[in-house]
């Protein structure tokens, strides 16, 4: 992808951002983590972290790729220079390019098991099963890592041929058609639940705020999740910013982004817990929720199989339009120094693939990447990149480059950005290492 090719205009970047933020985390790891970390309190800190956080990083995140024009190494080293300050901020870029590598390990490792599940309601394999049998076929799948390695690796695969085509060709257009196709399953699989699922005791399980629920984890958890689910703090959405046509409202388009990307991690969130209550199943049961609850209504609604299939090829999908954006930044920042694209995709895809096999063999690494790329590595990389766009740069360029005016708009963004934003995310490390 070379840089004098923009994005055909804001809505084009809409989908694409979009397509980066919206994926596992929002189907699969949201709801999961819901049900670990207690629900509504930590759903309320989540939202909070969206709005206070990750929203204006967002708009930080897209300025400095569309004022740098180039990947997130290089624009932020030569706005740092420009600005008459250290080169050295382009680091920041180069540890979100290792923290995209390392999510991709653990990310097609889940996007495998979502092709898995393809299969499986393809076959009909859990069509008319008892829950009991829906939870064992989860666990067969964990106990068996030749299976998991097929789909794990047919996933980077196919990661790997579109990046090396360059992301500007066609993934905008099928996520044009495929996003709102996914969004009308999952409001399908709500009413299910809405009919069948013990709809009461979803909504207040989600929606409750027991404060007594709320430990420290649980905080940074829901504030590593905000950075993860809007694909922030590793420079996916600083890449793709680089593609953003110029003088474009930023602010309007990443409010869009967060909302489509909130609604649908709620609307997941509310189609799964009314069937775990109805079921006897426990929220807390882990990274196999979605593949269980959702099988179960599978099972039982007419065209269940059809359904099934749909939907997770549907999340399968949405999975590579988000590590497509994982892979992206790296191979743009390796273009720079002349490597062609298929050889850096198909290297950087190479070592996310091996990672991948760690985390099929061996269940702590899988949770250690998933921990330290969500909760330290991301909000890290959102700190500095507040810090650099608040504090090292100068206003009036800051101002100029974002186009939202000088009025209050800007004002409030920029308050936010200096103080509120990296207040807040130094104070919830400081709370999770017991410091405060
Ligand atoms: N936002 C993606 C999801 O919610 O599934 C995951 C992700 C993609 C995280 C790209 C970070 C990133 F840079």
Aim: net charge neutral; hydrophobic share 55%; charged share 10%.
């Amino acid at each position: 992808m070379s840089t004098n090719v923009t994005w055909k205009g804001r809505w084009t970047f809409i989908l694409a951002a979009t397509g980066s933020a919206v994926g596992l985390g929002n189907i699969w790891k949201f709801p999961y983590i819901t049900g670990e970390y207690g629900g509504g309190a930590f759903v309320l800190v989540y939202l909070a972290c969206i709005l206070l956080i990750g929203i204006p990083v967002m708009i930080a995140e897209i300025m400095v790729g569309r004022a740098g024009r180039s990947d997130p190494v290089h624009s932020m080293s030569k706005m740092g220079k420009a600005a008459g300050r250290s080169a050295n901020w382009g680091a920041v870029g180069a540890i979100g390019i290792l923290a995209g590598l390392m999510i991709m390990m653990f990310y097609s490792v889940v996007a495998g098991w979502a092709l898995d599940y393809v299969a499986q309601s393809i076959s009909g394999n859990y069509h008319q099963a008892t829950t009991a049998t829906i939870e064992q076929n989860f666990s067969l799948l964990l106990s068996d890592p030749s299976e998991q390695l097929i789909w794990h690796s047919m996933f980077c695969l196919i990661t790997a041929s579109i990046v090396a085509g360059g992301v500007t060709n066609g993934i905008g257009k099928s996520v044009d058609i495929l996003m709102p196709i996914l969004f009308g399953c999952l409001l399908l699989l709500l009413g299910y639940s809405w009919l069948n699922g013990d709809f009461s005791a979803g909504l207040h399980f989600m929606f409750d705020t027991d404060f007594s629920k709320l430990n420290s984890e649980a905080i940074i958890v829901a504030m590593g999740h905000a950075f993860f689910t809007l694909s922030l703090g590793m420079g996916a959405i600083m890449a793709y910013g680089a593609y953003f046509p110029g003088k474009t409202s930023i602010g309007k388009t990443v409010l869009t982004i967060a909302i489509l990307d909130t609604v649908i991690a709620l609307v997941a969130g509310m189609a799964m817990f009314p069937l775990v209550f109805a079921n006897g199943l426990t929220p807390s049961q882990g990274p196999g929720l979605m593949f269980v609850t959702l099988p179960i209504a599978f099972s039982t609604m007419n065209g269940g199989q059809f359904f099934g299939t749909i939907f997770f090829a549907l999340v399968s999908i949405a999975a590579l339009s988000s590590s497509i954006s994982l892979i992206e930044p790296g191979v743009a920042w390796l273009e720079k120094y002349g490597v062609k694209r298929p050889l850096s995709t198909f290297s950087l895809t190479g070592v996310a693939w091996l990672g991948g096999i760690a985390c099929i063999y061996y269940g702590e690494v899988f949770d250690a990447l998933d921990y330290i790329t969500a909760n330290i590595m991301l909000p890290l990389g959102g700190l500095l990149i507040a810090v650099f766009v608040g504090r090292i740069l100068s206003r009036s360029t800051v101002a100029q480059e974002v186009g939202m005016g000088t009025g209050a708009l800007f004002k409030s963004w920029w308050f936010v950005l200096r103080y509120l934003a990296p207040i807040g995310i130094i104070l919830i490390f400081l709370n999770s290492l017991k410091l405060i």
